[in-house]
T-cell receptor
């Protein structure tokens, strides 16, 4: 049974700092991994999707990596800003119906 | 131009009532989903609907039933509401290919419906 864990559960950093959020999964038989952002009281915004054949994806200040064999993904945020404050969720897709979410990392960037 | 929309945004109702939440996507996707986010913010998939094939998470009570009038809509009906049904319900959609394909089954979410059962 697939389990997805995100560490840390919460993170507070000063503005301008580079930071890394971690996502680990127990079953490496996945087709892709997706990172989302959720603002309080809002829906999920897709940030990056990495297919199982890829090692990383970049969008602006965000870079996501995937090491399928070790069951790990990282989301790197460069030069963090107060507007980056949100909950970040990772989800793995194992085909068909099987999308499993982590519990998320709550990020707070202090001005 | 909203990609995945849900109505209503908020729903407050009494225990025992029957209610529906509507979802529409204009992305041309072939698969739609319903998720439940509980008070601890944990997201769990409830249903997946693709080309008239419904896949149900076995943990979902049969009081919950999705109905899809067409590929762009997936509504959620809930009968005999209970206190424990209070949560935020999210609709999502994707273009599903067996192994991910070019779109990679990237999922796009609606804004959510906050259901409160009193």
């Amino acid at each position: 049974k697939q389990e997805v864990t995100q560490i840390p559960a919460a993170l507070s950093v000063p503005e301008g700092e580079n930071l890394v959020l971690n996502c680990s999964f127990t079953d490496s038989a996945i087709y892709n991994l997706q990172w989302f952002r959720q603002d309080p009281g809002k829906g999920l915004t897709s940030l990056l999707l990495i297919q199982s054949s890829q090692r990383e994806q970049t969008s602006g200040r965000l870079n996501a990596s995937l090491d399928k064999s070790s069951g790990r993904s990282t989301l790197y945020i460069a030069a963090s800003q107060p507007g980056d404050s949100a909950t970040y969720l990772c989800a793995v897709w194992g085909g068909g119906f099987k999308t499993i979410f982590g519990a998320g990392t709550r990020l707070f960037v202090k001005a | 131009d909203t990609a995945v929309s849900q109505t209503p945004k908020y729903l407050v109702t009494q225990m025992g009532n029957d209610k529906s939440i509507k979802c529409e996507q204009n992305l041309g996707h072939d698969t739609m989903y319903w998720y439940k986010q509980d008070s601890k913010k944990f997201l769990k998939i409830m249903f997946s609907y693709n080309n008239k094939e419904l896949i149900i998470n076995e943990t979902v009570p049969n009081r919950f039933s999705p109905k899809s009038p067409d590929k762009a809509h997936l509504n959620l009906h809930i009968n005999s509401l209970e206190l424990g049904d209070s949560a935020v319900y999210f609709c999502a959609s994707s273009h599903l290919t067996p192994t991910g394909g070019r779109s990679g089954n990237e999922q796009f979410f609606g804004p959510g419906t906050r259901l409160t059962v009193l």
